[in-house]
């Protein structure tokens, strides 16, 4: 007795191929760091959620302190520039500097161009502003987000690889120092699902808020990157 071979309705057919165009229009047409979010991208893509605006004043163009400001202070306050991860590692051993991880407030990105360590005070910075960061934030749907650190202590060795791609990384930085790091402000580990642009600015602004008040106590020099995409942190 031969089998039936059942055939899927045509109508189901056409609705999976549109489904499939649809989908494949909208993945190419998104950044890349659009696309890294995977499944809930997609979703938040084609469902669609309204993007309601926060109470948050904007303080990220009050951050703008610029090198000659700070360079001879912490040039004095740091650690001397190393010309390679041995000589760093060997900071490390001596108490120089710390390895710094991930944090309430805040995580690191695996770090391709720089090394996940900072002097004390550099650590202490960096908690600080994780923690206040948790505590602005907490009476919102965004509560328990972190911010990303994206950059630290550099070597001689990591900058001439860097000035491959980037001609303007500079030898006379306090990224050298082991007292200072980059924070993302594009970039965030957030527990809401769907995380709308409005979302993104308010966590933007709420982040450069803490920053400027720790800046006016004279904890830090802070600088708004605006083509690097980060706030530029100098610990005092």
């Not at 489904?19 to 998104?30: G, H, L, M, R």
């Not at 933007?204 to 083509?227: D, G, H, P, S």
Request: proline residues 3%.
């Amino acid at each position: 007795m031969s089998k039936r071979i059942r055939v899927k309705p045509l109508g189901w057919v056409v609705l999976s191929c549109i489904f499939i165009i649809i989908t494949f229009i909208v993945f190419i047409s998104a950044s890349p760091r659009d696309r890294e979010e995977g499944f809930r991208w997609f979703v938040h893509k084609a469902v669609g959620r309204d993007c309601i605006p926060y109470r948050q004043a904007i303080y990220s163009r009050k951050l703008k302190d610029m090198l000659p400001d700070y360079i001879v202070r912490s040039s004095a306050s740091g650690i001397e520039k190393c010309k390679n991860r041995k000589e760093l590692m060997k900071k490390f051993w001596r108490g120089e500097v710390v390895r710094i991880r991930d944090g309430r407030g805040y995580s690191i990105e695996d770090l391709s161009h720089s090394y996940p360590f900072l002097t004390k005070e550099g650590k202490a910075v960096i908690r600080e502003m994780g923690r206040r960061f948790r505590k602005k934030i907490s009476g919102t749907k965004l509560k328990g987000s972190d911010f990303r650190v994206t950059s630290m202590t550099r070597t001689s060795e990591i900058i001439r690889r860097l000035r491959k791609s980037n001609t303007n990384a500079s030898e006379n930085s306090p990224h050298f120092n082991g007292n200072a790091f980059d924070i993302s402000y594009v970039r965030f580990t957030a527990k809401k699902w769907f995380v709308t642009e409005c979302d993104k600015y308010y966590l933007k602004e709420a982040l450069a808020e803490v920053i400027f008040q720790m800046r006016e106590e004279k904890k830090c020099w802070a600088t708004y990157e605006i083509n690097q995409g980060c706030f530029h942190i100098v610990a005092r």
